[in-house]
């Protein structure tokens, strides 16, 4: 029939595109992790090998798992993971202190203000990250402003030292990831019914308790959609650690960069990013089932 | 006494919040402006970094690959995108569905360095040579999804009964789709347009695997810059570029806020009319 026909193009055009340029590049990805690299165009070998030395047919899979191997030795790429997972975990934590007021006092804020209050959260999203993780390099550094102007005050005597440590990569985080976390917190604080808390109130709730008990249980999902919305990229950030962070701070994302751009190995650059993928699963499929869920109850 | 309270503490949380998001943007635009090479001494008003800018010709050069990339891969996503969102709001039930959500979703969260990798894998396994269509193609392919999140929304709250009048009326399901659908989701296509146009704009890392020899970004050519140190150029060039967001970042604003005051009035008058 007509419409079915229609339906069954609407849905193939995005299924085939996604297929083509997500999917299959992940297995290709796959695929590669388990290669030797050469000196060749392309830097890798086959998986399988049609042809045998004697050029006859004589198919031959050939896998290798050295590169698997050498992620789970080698001290660099251990650590590496491990460096990504602290500081994803810390930034999450620190913007969600930072956001959670800010979402809150959005959400409470006239209504009349609320679409520009979330305008100027959306802004700076809007605006490139690259961009942004510059304008901090002015701010951090030994002659910086920020040393400037603490000096100035008379706060401290000689210049704080923020710059290519691990605290330049989390304020890096926390600043850009931030909308990331305010956005899905105000949209969970803003429905919330203010009478629930007068009803604690009555109750003899003092407002620190009604807080706790309350307001924040309720505002979980947003809880929950903002921290995955920050942790899971932020393990695999690059640009941030690569700019702000000094050579000491190994993150996952720098290190996959190096060993494809710098050591051209894209066999091990598959074989991080196919451990990567597997260590952000369960999140990433936490968030889709949570935006999978919302999606059918805004449907409702 | 108990709200007045509370809401100096709420006016202090967004004092800081705001400002802990702003104040870096617009220390890095007054420094654009700064007479002296040093980024951190002011040295009086100029714009002469700006004028730099116009004569340095691989800037040039980048900032017009970076607009063509922008423009085809917005529009293709798009495209592509609103086919996408309307699965999503629309046939909840088809075979292979979760394996469609979770395509739409990934793209969202999944760290940059994999995706650009995925991709420029694919790009040597098919032999396609690295440079414009290959950027754009990766650009179409992860800012689709968020048009797609972008269309779903906006068709959740959609009044169906439209549609239904007009094929009850002996539109096309084609023709009604044209006619009514698009036309009441079209805010969403502009916003999802101007999304994707910026998320091009700004992409350093998924640009830096897809693209060739002959293809050097904007944000490619400023990152090999900023690795060499902070410089006003880079501040004149980020002013324009976060000029050039804002206004439509502000434009995508207005048209949804401008279409929902619409909506509300078409729907009081239709109540009025009852």
Redesign the interface.
């Known amino acids: 029939m ?2 079915s026909w ?2 069954r193009l ?2 193939a ?3 085939l ?10 297995l ?2 796959l695929k ?1 992790s388990f290669a030797e690299v050469v000196l060749a165009r ?1 830097p890798y070998t086959p998986l399988i090998e049609w042809l045998n030395a004697a050029g006859q047919f004589a198919p031959k899979l050939r896998v290798n798992f050295a590169n698997y191997l050498l992620l789970l030795s080698d001290d660099l790429y251990i650590r590496s993971f491990l460096i990504s997972l602290r500081i994803a975990f810390f930034a999450t934590l620190i913007a969600l202190a ?2 959670y ?2 979402a ?3 959400a ?2 006239p209504e009349s203000w609320r ?1 520009i ?1 979330v ?6 999203f ?7 993780v ?6 951090l ?1 030994n ?3 920020l040393n ?1 102007a603490l000096m100035a005050v008379g706060i401290i005597s000689k210049p704080l030292v923020i710059m290519n440590t691990d605290w330049a990569v989390y304020i890096g985080i926390v ?1 850009s990831y ?2 990331f976390m ?1 956005l899905p917190l105000y949209a969970a604080l803003e429905k919330q019914d203010p009478s629930l808390l007068e009803a604690a109130a009555d109750l003899g709730a003092p ?1 620190w308790k009604a807080f706790w008990t309350v307001t924040v249980p309720l505002s979980l999902p947003g809880i929950v959609a903002g921290s ?2 920050v942790f ?2 932020a ?5 941030i650690p690569d ?1 702000l962070g000094g050579s000491g701070t190994l993150m996952i ?1 720098k290190t ?2 190096a060993e ?2 710098n050591n051209r190995d ?1 066999p091990l ?2 074989a991080i ?1 196919v451990v ?2 597997v260590v ?1 699963v369960v ?2 499929v936490w ?2 089932r949570q ?2 869920a919302r ?1 059918v109850e ?2 409702r | 006494m108990n709200a007045s309270r509370l809401s100096t503490v709420n006016i202090v949380a967004l004092t800081i919040g705001f400002a802990f998001l702003y104040v870096p943007i617009l220390i890095l635009i007054v420094f654009s402006f700064n007479e002296s090479r040093l980024v951190t001494v002011w040295a009086g008003f100029s714009t002469k970094w700006y004028a730099a800018l116009l004569e340095n010709r691989q800037i040039m050069d980048a900032a017009w690959i970076t607009l063509r990339v922008a423009i085809v891969s917005a529009t293709v996503a798009t495209i592509i995108g609103t086919l996408a969102g309307l699965t999503l709001a629309r046939f909840v039930r088809f075979r292979g569905r979760t394996l469609f959500t979770g395509m739409i979703y990934a793209p969202l969260v999944m760290p940059e360095v994999i995706t650009g990798l995925a991709l420029l894998l694919l790009f040597v396994a098919l032999d396609w040579d690295r440079g414009y269509w290959t950027v754009t193609l990766a650009h179409a392919t992860f800012s689709m999804a968020y048009v797609a999140v972008i269309v779903q929304s906006r068709l959740v709250g959609f009044d169906r009964s439209l549609e239904e009048a007009a094929m009850d009326l002996g539109a096309t399901p084609l023709r009604t789709f044209f006619a009514v659908t698009l036309t009441l989701i079209a805010p969403a296509l502009i916003a999802g347009w101007l999304l994707a146009f910026t998320l091009s704009l700004d992409d350093l890392v998924i640009a830096s695997f897809a693209s060739g020899p002959g293809a050097t970004t904007l944000p490619m050519r400023i990152y090999s810059q900023v690795r060499l140190g902070v410089t006003p150029e880079i501040n004149a060039i980020s002013t324009i570029l976060i000029a050039i967001v804002a206004c439509g970042a502000v434009a995508a604003t207005l048209v949804q806020k401008r279409s929902l005051v619409l909506r509300r009035r078409a729907e009081a008058a239709a109540r009025a009319d009852v």
């Open positions: 007509n419409t229609g339906k609407v849905i055009a995005p299924y595109w996604l297929g083509l340029f997500f999917l299959i590049p992940f290709i990805v590669l392309p930072v956001g007021p800010l809150y006092a959005m409470r804020a679409a209050l305008m100027l959260v959306i802004l700076p809007w605006t490139s990250f690259l961009i942004r510059y304008a901090w390099i002015g701010i550094k002659e910086g402003l400037a600043y931030l909308p305010v407002p995955l919305l899971i990229p393990v695999g950030e690059f640009v700019i994302g996959l960069w494809f751009f894209w650059a598959s990013a990567l993928l952000l999140p990433i968030f889709q935006q999978a999606a805004d449907g």
